[in-house]
């Protein structure tokens, strides 16, 4: 697959796919490469009903149709892990099974969730840690989970669990959540669901290799909870991609760009949760993305 492209989108999320979709409807010669299946976090949302147009659709299934949507269009995909990026005037994109060229490329990396940072986290994980409760989720069907965090990732992710588990135990930090108003009044009201403020977890108790429970601290108080899975929702860290001039990234790791999407290297576009902005939603990324195909069509026509 050592071929050209014009333009090299690096990230099959709603953001990739979305640029790599306007891309090829303008006629352009465009590869999405991704290191896992396509959909990115979609795939780790349980139910979405902030996307216009749909009161209610599961985080697959909106992955499963942007896939099936650039499939039909005949865009090529490449599920392999890109090492290296140089950028000049033709981009070159070294992945773990291919070397690659292209005019442009876009970064559409994404961020990944955030460690909560405590012993046996790591050696935990799939044996009642998780980052998703879509894909793990129902491995707790009539169990009890807990869930830590307090933004919509948290609330969000609490209120599937909840349709699922016996109970459903929200750790948080504060005595407020930052989720939306609309997701706090619905856990509020589910049955099964009770909620820890101004609590942090200290530990995690194993036994024979499995979670049982975790240590929490509420005001000082220590508190132990019966846990078969604990699924952690404090944030995202942006991606890092090995690329030649790593001053394109901030101190935290997200991409700087300008009106057209584009960072200071040119040719080189990047939108989605990837980049520095204020408002992390699909419908920004959405918006993102078409900015990104817009301005790569515009400067393809003027040739610079
Ligand atoms: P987030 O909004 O950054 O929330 C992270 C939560 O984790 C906060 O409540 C934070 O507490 C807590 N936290 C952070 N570090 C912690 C630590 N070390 N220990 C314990 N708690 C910790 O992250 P997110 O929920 O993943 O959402 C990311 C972005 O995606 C947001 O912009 C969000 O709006 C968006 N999003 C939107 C939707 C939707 O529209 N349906 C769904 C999911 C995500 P504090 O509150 O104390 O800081």
Redesign the pocket.
Known sequence: MNQKYDVVVIGAGIAGITTAIYLKRYGYHVLVIDKNYPGGQLNKIGFIE?YPGFEQIKGPDFAFHLYEQAKRLEIPFLFSSVEKIETKAVKVIETSSDILYADCIVLATGRNP?K?GLELEEELLGRGISYCATCDGPFFKDKIVSV???????I?EALYLSSLAKEVHII???DFF?A?KHLIQKIEKAPNIYIHYES?ITSLEQTNGVLTSIKIEQKGINKVISTDGLFI????DPVFINIDDSSIYDADGFLFVDENMETKRKGVYACGDAIKKEV??LTTAVGEATTVAFSIHQAKQKNV
Do not use: F
């Open positions: 902030n955030r909560l830590v965090g307090g933004g919509n990732s948290a969000g948080h930090r504060r930052r939306s942090s929702y404090i944030g995202m992390y939603q």
